[in-house]
């Protein structure tokens, strides 16, 4: 098994990155990827990229060196109500929006408090995938919350990054990924790259879900075909035009 999509990539528009988007395109064709979005981190990050950084990525080209560019976000969780730190104008112009847990912008609180907000983040409609749901800062109630995935067309990343830099990441990724398996939860396995080195990095999170016999038919960004229909469905957008 193999990805042919990376979902979840950082530019040089967030501080914490290094690479440009052009160089991000290069290694993404080098390494034969069909596709990757552009999830530079949503304005209540200390190196958050400005609102209009997310208004203008319409203007970029849908393809650079043959890569298909899909206009995203890596937005900031930041209430228990399910707020993120991008208004609706913004997201309704952009395709693929994480919405992530990160500490600088929601305090760690108590597993029954991120169970709560993660239920009301399945309800914001411009959301479309839960990113590094494995990080040990923030631990929910994943049954109470990947069962209830598909009500809400939402899918889970399996976040490569998060086997070298989040605590407990393996075994909370093996538990999580064992029930979307339970309840059919398409998945996006993405690298997080900060390099452009590391665009397309899946190796650890292949290899669990090998572990665990995961359901190839379930991994959005494993079949071209299958990222057009996700695509299709959930934003109305067909990355074939
Ligand atoms: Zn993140
Ligand atoms: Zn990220």
């Known amino acids: 098994?193999?990805?042919?999509?990376?979902?979840?990539?950082?530019?040089?528009?967030?501080?914490?990155a290094y690479s440009t988007l052009q160089e991000n395109c290069r290694a993404a064709k080098e390494k034969n990827l069909y596709?990757?979005?552009?999830?530079?981190?949503?304005?209540?990050?200390a190196d958050g990229a400005h609102p209009w950084h997310f208004t203008c990525l319409r203007h970029l080209p849908r393809r650079i060196d043959g890569v298909y560019i899909l206009r995203g976000a890596e937005a900031n969780i930041i209430s228990e109500d399910g707020g993120i730190d991008l208004e609706e104008r913004i997201c309704s112009r952009l395709d693929y929006i994480i919405a992530s847990f990160h500490e600088d912008c929601f305090e760690p609180k108590t597993r029954e408090v991120h169970t709560k907000t993660l239920l009301n983040i399945l309800k914001n409609p411009y959301v479309s995938a839960i990113g590094h749901p494995g990080n040990g800062l923030f631990p929910f109630d994943y049954e109470a919350v990947i069962s209830r995935c598909n009500e809400y067309k939402k899918i889970i990343e399996i976040n490569n990054h998060s086997f070298e830099v989040r605590k407990n990441s393996t075994e909370n990724c093996r538990e999580i990924a064992l029930l979307c398996k339970k309840y059919r939860v398409p998945i996006v396995i993405s690298s997080d790259a900060h390099?452009?080195?590391?665009?397309?990095?899946?190796?650890?999170?292949?290899?669990?879900?090998?572990?665990?016999?995961?359901?190839?038919?379930?991994?959005?960004?494993?079949?071209v075909g299958r990222l057009r229909d996700y695509f299709v469905a959930a934003r109305k957008l067909d990355i074939f035009e």
């Open 195 to 223: 390099i452009s080195f590391d665009i397309g990095s899946s190796d650890a999170a292949l290899s669990l879900m090998s572990e665990i016999d995961f359901p190839e038919e379930l991994i959005i960004n494993s079949e």
């Open 1 to 16: 098994m193999t990805i042919i999509a990376d979902l979840h990539t950082h530019t040089n528009v967030s501080d914490h």
């Open 35 to 45: 596709a990757i979005a552009i999830t530079d981190h949503a304005p209540a990050m």
